[in-house]
């Protein structure tokens, strides 16, 4: 079974940064759009965003377009997510999962792999 490790939470106040990190050890991530979820304490999980595995091509929710930016570094096998100007909403679990597809399928949730998620705190 493929896990996922995210990295890189933690607490932040509102209008701060992170960057969280996703890899997959013994699992070449390299060839799979790789996404990012959240889900808030008593909320469903929702789609945060995706990068597709060669083109690199993005989305995002409408409600961290412009704040949020994933990329990845296939050399390295890890994939990120760049979180800037952070607001108290975005408080939440973050995690990375793979459907194990190149391209993003954004809007899915069913992943193949997932990790165990980073906690993001955001103080007002």
């Known amino acids: 079974q493929v896990q996922l490790v995210e990295s890189g939470g933690g607490l932040v106040q509102s209008g701060g940064s992170l960057r969280l990190s996703c890899t997959a050890p013994?699992?070449?991530?390299?060839?799979?759009?790789i996404y990012w979820f959240r889900q808030a304490p008593g909320e469903e999980r929702e789609g945060v965003a995706c990068?597709?595995?060669?083109?690199?091509?993005?989305y995002y929710a409408d409600s961290v377009k412009g704040r949020f930016t994933a990329s990845r570094d296939n050399a390295e096998n890890m994939a990120y997510l760049q979180m800037k100007s952070l607001k108290p909403e975005d408080t939440a679990n973050y995690y990375c999962?793979?459907?194990?597809?190149?391209?993003?399928?954004?809007?899915?949730?069913?992943?193949?792999?997932w990790g165990k998620g980073t906690l993001v705190t955001v103080s007002a």
């Open positions: 990068i597709s595995s060669m083109s690199g091509q993005s």
């Open positions: 999962g793979t459907d194990i597809v190149s391209n993003c399928r954004f809007g899915t949730t069913r992943m193949d792999f």
């Open positions: 013994g699992f070449n991530l390299d060839y799979y759009a």
